[in-house]
């Protein structure tokens, strides 16, 4: 369990994606943004750790980054267990998982235990996770332009980041925590049996 996380202590903004690279989780939609965002000017790097796919492989990430004038800022770091996966959560600023096919991704939840605020998609049972403006970014599915500007706005307020990431970790430990699902089954199977013993 973190302790503390170094949220907003990088120079220059540090965005993580830890997902496959596959289009439907949004590695293309990212790059796009981060295309955009460096038109605009701004400085961040942005690691991308997770499995590469048949649809994007480490050649085909860095072809794309590269037609993008993204090298140096998207840098592929491949896959991470244990305590490599927490320190790229520890070097983060930013989270970005811009899905467009997800049911309940627990990599949010990863992610706000350290912390992070999360710019996401409104996917499956995402909205359960992150509340937009709270603890979180909702962003457009498959809209660069959408996502470019969520995480222009985070980049340039390190307050709101602190702010949202903290709310983040506080949401994830009110209701996620294995103490709490536990006592929430228990709580279930109460009203169960008392609800069963009134109809026997």
Not at 124 to 133: F, N
Not at 189 to 194: R, W
Request: aromatic share 8%; hydrophobic share 35%.
């Amino acid at each position: 369990m973190p302790t503390e996380h170094k949220n907003a202590s990088n120079s220059i903004p540090h965005l993580l994606f830890l997902s496959n690279l596959l289009p439907s989780k949004g590695v293309y939609v990212l790059l796009d943004a981060m295309q955009i965002l460096k038109k605009q000017g701004l400085s961040f790097t942005c690691h991308f750790v997770g499995a590469e796919s048949s649809e994007i492989n480490s050649l085909s990430f860095l072809e794309e980054s590269r037609k993008r004038g993204l090298e140096g800022m998207a840098i592929y770091v491949g896959k991470k267990y244990g305590k490599d996966k927490t320190e790229e959560f520890l070097q983060a600023d930013i989270f970005i998982h811009p899905t467009n096919d997800d049911c309940f991704p627990l990599v949010i939840l990863e992610a706000m235990q350290f912390g992070l605020p999360v710019i996401t998609t409104n996917e499956g049972g995402i909205p359960d996770m992150v509340q937009d403006k709270v603890n979180g970014l909702i962003c457009e599915k498959e809209s660069a332009s959408s996502l470019a500007h969520h995480i222009a706005f985070l980049i340039n307020d390190a307050k709101k980041r602190q702010e949202m990431g903290r709310k983040g970790e506080q949401f994830y430990h009110d209701k996620y925590t294995t103490e709490r699902f536990e006592r929430r089954m228990t709580d279930i199977l109460h009203q169960t049996l008392k609800h069963n013993s009134h109809h026997a």
